[in-house]
């Protein structure tokens, strides 16, 4: 099967049909079962754990589902006056040359900075909706299907909010960065549904748990504050069928495999928080040296280790929740978060 992924890159969002977009192509074969064990005539033996799990997660997600028009306060009042978020929270904020601007040229920055950041979430969430969309055929049991099928209108949900939050805010929404790019058109084009597995519940849901609780602390917009509420919800779902569901479909991995796949979770979510990609670009628009604007935020990483921490703890939890977390891959994480190697 060929398809295409809408990557909208509009410089201007004033509504809808303001934004371009390009499309990238991926092809995929994925291998299934038409599955025929709906019921078992023993209630004893009517599933293991991880399916009755599934299934009350499912009934959980029925019993949790909202309306992106319908429950968000959609008034963007703030957006003509406010930063996007806590001054305290802004790694620009103690940067020289942007505190020499004028407050309306760093809310204009700091806007635009944000921005490329939700940019990417949205991005990020397509793929979990495309992905989602795969494996609703592919996992193994009538529990996992259900609650896929809930999950493919969650993520849904989430790629409607955010595009309703960018046109709302007249936000321009940038391509993807590179690192996400080809994180999403791998993870899309594998025959593997496992690593489309991990990729799209432990990796993307992993860095978005912890990202979004960030956001909906820091934001000064309602309406963001709002819609991360409730998607945080649904995320916990996500994370929690994920990790439930891999740590079956891996037990007969070996050592080797699962360092492999451990390794390759670790070294793609580094890659996805890298700030190099925006640096440059901020650089470019503020007139900065962006060698000097990356050293900035390489030395405020070093002063906030906890940033790496809170960013990295929920996929190391979620590794080892599924059964990735190898020895090697832990020292890894704690040399990473450690306060010489934010």
């Given at each position: 099967?060929?398809?295409?992924?809408?990557?909208?890159?509009?410089?201007?969002?004033?509504?809808?049909?303001?934004?371009?977009?390009?499309?990238?192509?991926?092809?995929?074969?994925?291998?299934?079962?038409?599955?025929?064990?709906?019921?078992?005539?023993?209630?004893?033996?009517?599933?293991?754990r991880t399916e009755t799990r599934q299934r009350m997660l499912y009934e959980l997600a029925n019993a949790r589902v909202w309306n992106v028009?319908?429950?968000?306060?959609?008034?963007?009042?703030?957006?003509?006056?406010?930063?996007?978020?806590?001054?305290?929270?802004?790694?620009?904020?103690?940067?020289?040359?942007?505190?020499?601007?004028?407050?309306?040229?760093?809310?204009?920055?700091?806007?635009?900075?944000?921005?490329?950041?939700?940019?990417?979430?949205?991005?990020?969430?397509?793929?979990?909706?495309?992905?989602?969309?795969?494996?609703?055929?592919?996992?193994?049991?009538?529990?996992?299907?259900?609650?896929?099928?809930?999950?493919?209108?969650?993520?849904?949900?989430?790629?409607?909010?955010?595009?309703?939050?960018?046109?709302?805010?007249?936000?321009?929404?940038?391509?993807p960065n590179n690192q996400l790019a080809r994180l999403i058109h791998g993870a899309l084009q594998s025959p593997d549904w496992r690593y489309?597995?991990?990729?799209?519940?432990?990796?993307?849901?992993?860095?978005?748990?912890?990202?979004?609780?960030?956001?909906?602390?820091?934001?000064?917009?309602?309406?963001?504050q709002q819609g991360l509420a409730l998607i945080l919800q649904d995320e916990a779902r996500h994370v929690k069928f994920g990790t439930d569901?891999?740590?079956?479909?891996?037990?007969?991995?070996?050592?080797?495999?699962?360092?492999?796949?451990?390794?390759?979770?670790?070294?793609?979510?580094?890659?996805?928080?890298?700030?190099?990609?925006?640096?440059?670009?901020?650089?470019?628009?503020?007139?900065?040296?962006?060698?000097?604007?990356?050293?900035?935020?390489?030395?405020?990483?070093?002063?906030?280790?906890?940033?790496?921490?809170?960013?990295?703890?929920?996929?190391?939890?979620?590794?080892?929740?599924?059964?990735?977390?190898?020895?090697?891959?832990?020292?890894?994480?704690?040399?990473?978060?450690?306060?010489?190697?934010?």
């Amino acid at each position: 099967m060929t398809a295409v992924i809408n990557m909208y890159t509009g410089t201007s969002v004033s509504n809808k049909r303001a934004m371009s977009h390009t499309n990238i192509s991926y092809s995929t074969s994925l291998q299934s079962s038409f599955l025929l064990g709906y019921l078992d005539e023993n209630p004893d033996t009517s599933g293991t754990r991880t399916e009755t799990r599934q299934r009350m997660l499912y009934e959980l997600a029925n019993a949790r589902v909202w309306n992106v028009q319908q429950q968000i306060n959609w008034d963007m009042s703030k957006r003509s006056s406010a930063f996007p978020e806590c001054k305290s929270d802004d790694p620009l904020d103690a940067y020289q040359p942007y505190q020499s601007l004028s407050r309306e040229r760093r809310r204009a920055l700091s806007w635009r900075r944000h921005a490329m950041e939700l940019s990417d979430i949205l991005h990020g969430e397509q793929a979990a909706l495309l992905l989602s969309a795969q494996l609703l055929s592919v996992v193994p049991t009538p529990a996992a299907r259900l609650f896929m099928s809930s999950q493919v209108s969650d993520e849904a949900r989430h790629v409607d909010f955010f595009i309703q939050y960018m046109v709302a805010a007249k936000l321009p929404v940038s391509a993807p960065n590179n690192q996400l790019a080809r994180l999403i058109h791998g993870a899309l084009q594998s025959p593997d549904w496992r690593y489309k597995f991990s990729v799209c519940q432990v990796l993307i849901e992993s860095l978005a748990l912890a990202r979004f609780r960030e956001l909906k602390s820091s934001s000064r917009i309602p309406a963001l504050q709002q819609g991360l509420a409730l998607i945080l919800q649904d995320e916990a779902r996500h994370v929690k069928f994920g990790t439930d569901t891999l740590h079956e479909a891996f037990a007969d991995l070996t050592a080797e495999e699962r360092e492999l796949r451990g390794s390759h979770l670790l070294h793609s979510a580094l890659l996805l928080i890298d700030t190099t990609h925006s640096s440059a670009v901020l650089a470019r628009e503020g007139r900065w040296d962006a060698a000097h604007l990356r050293l900035h935020l390489r030395q405020y990483r070093i002063r906030h280790p906890e940033i790496a921490r809170q960013r990295l703890r929920q996929l190391s939890l979620n590794m080892s929740s599924a059964g990735l977390m190898t020895d090697n891959v832990r020292k890894r994480l704690e040399r990473i978060t450690s306060p010489t190697n934010s």
